[in-house]
């Protein structure tokens, strides 16, 4: 089965709103976007992603950029940091086009102190323990408040023929394999290795009857595989992603016969380990791994 990717569609700056928002579970918050000009950002299904622009604190004024593909980000620079909003990146957990709607899923993690500027998040958001701008953000967001989206199109791009699909993801991740999962066709065949923090961090989601998705549970997992020895708490706060390459690394993939496409996302470790382990242990042509590190253990998105 070949699919192909897709670059966003005419990409530009477009403003949205909060109309809500829901704590799908624990560590997981759903903020659901709205106004006219989402009629402008188009739905592409599986993992499309997205920059997006947040208000610092004190700013009651979003400067958005208003050069597009590349560009914006040299406008962006340009722009006087005090003025200029945060940027992240995050997934369209599910776009309802008929009422411009989209819902985006939040990790709200904790974090890891780097001593840098984004560690002291201030996107507006009250007490609470969600570290950064972008978990702050969907932690404490309020209807009315507004951000930026830029469409970044669809990173899911096999480009041979293949006969199933390998993902592999720690819970940033959940959000882009649930938009797969649901996107593929309904022959498709393949397994989802999905790393969360809790067992009541689970989601459901339509996943074609021969994709199996395995759930890594990060508090049931021993301390060793999550990446710390010890207690079963340490296991729960352990780094994300070391358990789903644990994981990955002992799955037995024999029943699986053809040529597989590989998309592993999350943490940058993960990402990367994932990757080399397909391609040095397992003899997955590179052609045939795609791996997007989301983010790094104890450092804040660059801007
Ligand atoms: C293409 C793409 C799509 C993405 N989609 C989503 C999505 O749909 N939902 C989502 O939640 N994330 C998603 N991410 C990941 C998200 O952009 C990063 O987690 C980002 O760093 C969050 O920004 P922040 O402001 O909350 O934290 P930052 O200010 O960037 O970081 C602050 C601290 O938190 C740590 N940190 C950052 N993210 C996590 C995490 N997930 N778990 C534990 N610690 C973390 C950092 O290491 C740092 O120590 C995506 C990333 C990419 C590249």
Not at 107 to 113: I, K, N, R, T
Not at 211 to 222: D, H, I, N, Q, T
Not at 256 to 265: L, N, Q, S, W
């Amino acid at each position: 089965m070949a699919y192909k990717g897709r670059r966003a569609v005419d990409p530009h700056v477009v403003m949205a709103e909060v109309i809500g928002t829901k704590q799908v579970s624990p560590n997981m918050m759903r903020v659901t976007l709205g106004g006219d000009e989402l009629d402008r950002f188009t739905p592409a299904g599986y993992d499309q992603w997205f920059r997006l622009f947040l208000p610092r604190a004190g700013q009651d004024m979003l400067r958005l950029p208003t050069r597009t593909s590349g560009l914006w980000y040299a406008e962006y620079l340009t722009t006087p940091r005090a003025r200029r909003p945060w940027v992240r990146n995050y997934t369209v957990r599910a776009a309802r086009p008929d009422l411009n709607e989209l819902d985006v899923d939040f990790v709200l993690h904790a974090g890891e102190d780097d001593g840098e500027e984004a560690g002291g998040h201030d996107a507006g958001h009250g007490a609470g323990h969600a570290a950064g701008p972008g978990a702050g953000f969907a932690q404490a967001a309020e209807q009315g408040l507004r951000v930026g989206l830029l469409d970044q199109g669809v990173a899911y791009n096999p480009r041979h023929d293949h006969d199933w699909t390998l993902l592999v993801a720690d819970e940033s991740g959940l959000p882009a394999v649930a938009g797969i999962c649901e996107s593929l066709p309904d022959d498709a065949r393949g397994v989802a290795v999905v790393e969360v923090p809790t067992a009541a961090d689970k989601q459901e989601f339509r996943a074609p009857a021969g994709v199996e998705v395995r759930w890594v549970v990060r508090s049931e997992v021993a301390g060793d595989d999550a990446g710390q020895g010890g207690t079963h708490d340490a296991a729960a706060h352990a780094v994300p992603g070391r358990a789903a390459l644990a994981d990955l690394c002992a799955l037995d993939l024999s029943g699986h016969g053809g040529d597989v496409y590989a998309f592993t996302i999350g943490e940058s470790a993960l990402a990367t380990g994932a990757r080399r382990h397909l391609v040095g242990e397992r003899g997955v042509p590179k052609a045939h791994v795609d791996f997007v590190g989301y983010w790094r253990h104890g450092k804040a998105a660059p801007s």
